[in-house]
């Protein structure tokens, strides 16, 4: 099996940054494409960001395009989500997910990070 630790949240005033991270352990990350997704309050988890094994693609949802980057270093085991120009609307608890497959559900998951952006 594995683990995923997210370290790095915390408040933070509007037009701010963070820079979230992601530890795996265990098997998990060789070969894994790794994820960042959020929930807020009283709303459905979705996603945030992802990225391949090769760190060569990226995705973003529409709302973070452009201030949100996704990254890895694979030497460390380690995923790395940085966030800026930060949005009272980007609070949330972000999680960090992996998984083998390149379609699919996320197969590990953290046990989240709170983040909260001040107006």
């Known amino acids: ?63 973070v395009k452009g201030r949100f980057t996704i990254s890895r270093d694979n030497a460390k085991n380690t995923v790395y989500l940085q966030m800026n120009s930060l949005k009272p609307e980007d609070t949330a608890v972000y999680y960090c997910a992996a998984r083998i497959t390149p379609t699919g559900s996320y197969e590990y998951w953290g046990q989240g990070t709170q983040v909260t952006v001040s107006s």
């Open 1 to 63: 099996q594995g683990q995923l630790v997210e370290s790095g949240g915390g408040l933070v005033q509007a037009g701010g940054s963070l820079r979230l991270s992601c530890a795996a352990s265990g098997r998990i990350f060789s070969g894994y494409r790794m994820g960042w997704f959020r929930r807020a309050p009283g709303k459905e988890r979705e996603f945030v960001a992802a990225i391949t094994w090769s760190g060569d693609n990226t995705y973003y949802a529409d709302s």
